[in-house]
């Protein structure tokens, strides 16, 4: 198993993750979906499709709109009934969207051709298939695949990391599908590998997850390439840059990427999608979901089709609890709390957390009392509690000076404030503002 180094700050919030022991149950078809033209980072998609048509299951509804873009696919067979304005879960404001009635005949789009010897067609073409499937990042940022697999011609990449981690409390959709599709997720990888010609492939999980670690300790046994890495449990660990530090001890430069210490990192959801893509031809339309927390009546793992609304979900799971107070699509330290229960699952999604008025902190905030906490534990070595109060008071030139872009926005300065204050909202606004110039 492979030697590990460490990342700087972090934190260790109360794992919950009661729902490890849900195997994943398959949600049946609901009547209707809602598919946002927005799933990814990048430029919207396209819509092929129009008011009245009848699309199958796994078929193209809406296309690429150039290289950071991917299509999507309908995730039922059905009849398209609106293409309209629909709140959307992560913007918080409504998004052209495609509304389908569900047949509930699941008739499936067969694609003309498969890949199963993958090895026999070239890494090009293997990632015009990983695009045409609309594939993206699993584990929340949703960007775009193919465009992380293709690096410029300069670049070598020598290790691929497939992100088992999961650090985020709460959520077990990972776990499960590590549990139940470890094959699968393994010969994902070895796509990558060979797709980015990469000599090294890691599998890293977290030593909260050990009957996945036992399961993935006898199949890299068979691997000759593959290592797995067992992680301490300790977040954000999964987020890219601490995983490429704690594995490989490199640090990904200010504003760089992965690629720039010849690493390419996938969720094993990305990695599992991907071989379900080359080998089978099924596009990236459904996905694994954590629905947990006090405020849901039964906490399920479930595999959901895209554009599945939350209220749909909630129902399937006993439905929510009389003093449900807030619901967050994500984990509880980066996912957004949602205004509706109308709002669709997105390939991003990767848990559903209802939560009642125990379970949340009273939002009032105060001044900074400068007790330096946010600066421990800030795993990018910002200085949260600055950036915090210049975007207070609105003075973003001079929070630009503490590199507000390098924020990775995973709450630990937050969750440690005696002060409670709203650090990581601030600067995702400033980030906006920023962008916006
Ligand atoms: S400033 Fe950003 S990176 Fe640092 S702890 Fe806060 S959210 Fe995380
Ligand atoms: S943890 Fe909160 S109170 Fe303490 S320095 Fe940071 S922002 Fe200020």
Redesign the pocket.
């Known amino acids: 198993m492979k030697n590990l180094f460490t990342f700087y700050g972090g934190v260790h919030p109360p794992d919950q993750k009661n729902t490890s022991n849900h195997p994943i149950e398959e949600m049946p078809i609901p009547e209707k979906v809602v598919i946002p033209l927005i799933q990814h980072t990048g430029i919207p998609s396209k819509p092929l499709v129009s008011l009245g048509d009848t699309v199958l299951e796994n078929q193209k509804i809406a296309e690429a709109a150039g290289h950071i873009s991917v299509p999507i696919h309908s995730s039922v067979s059905g009849k398209v009934t609106d293409i309209r304005a629909f709140l959307h879960p992560v913007i918080g404001k409504p998004v052209e969207s495609i509304v389908i009635e569900c047949d509930g005949k699941h008739r499936v789009f067969k694609p003309e051709k498969t890949h199963v010897d993958y090895y026999r067609y070239s890494p090009k073409d293997l990632i015009q298939v990983i695009k045409d499937a609309g594939i993206v990042g699993l584990g929340g940022a949703a960007f775009p695949t193919h465009v992380k697999l293709s690096p410029p011609k300069d670049v070598i990449i020598n290790n691929i990391i497939i992100n088992g981690a999961e650090c985020e409390p709460f959520l077990t959709a990972d776990d499960r599908l590590m549990r139940e599709y470890s094959k699968e997720v393994i010969e994902g990888t070895k796509i990558i590998m060979y797709i980015m010609d990469a000599m090294k492939g890691f599998v890293a999980i977290e030593d909260n997850k050990q009957p996945a670690i036992e399961i993935f300790k006898k199949i890299v046994f068979n691997e000759p390439n593959i290592d797995l890495a067992v992680l301490p449990t300790h977040y954000p660990q999964g987020a890219e840059k601490q995983l490429i530090k704690v594995l490989l001890n490199r640090e990904v430069p200010s504003g760089g990427l992965p690629l720039h210490v010849g690493v390419v990192v996938d969720n094993v959801g990305t990695a599992y999608s991907i071989n379900r893509a080359v080998k089978e031809g099924e596009n990236l339309y459904n996905r694994i979901v954590t629905v947990a927390g006090n405020g849901i009546e039964t906490p399920k793992n479930i595999k959901v089709r895209v554009g599945t609304l939350i209220s749909d979900i909630a129902k399937f799971c006993g439905g929510t609890t009389k003093d449900l107070a807030q619901v967050i699509m994500g984990g509880p330290m980066m996912g957004i709390a949602q205004t509706s229960l109308d709002v669709p699952v997105l390939k991003g999604t990767s848990g559903i957390l209802f939560f009642t008025k125990n379970d949340i902190i009273d939002r009032q905030y105060f001044d900074?009392?400068?007790?330096?906490?946010?600066?421990r534990v800030c795993p990018m070595e910002l200085f949260?509690?600055a950036l915090?109060i210049y975007i207070e008071n609105g003075r973003i030139d001079e929070a630009k000076a503490f590199h507000p872009l390098d924020c990775i926005e995973c709450g630990c300065?937050a969750y440690?404030?005696?002060?409670q204050?709203p650090?990581v909202q601030q600067i995702k606004w400033a980030k906006t503002q920023i962008n916006k110039k």
């Open positions: 900074c009392f400068r007790c330096g906490k946010c600066i949260p509690n915090s300065c440690t404030c005696p002060a204050r650090i």
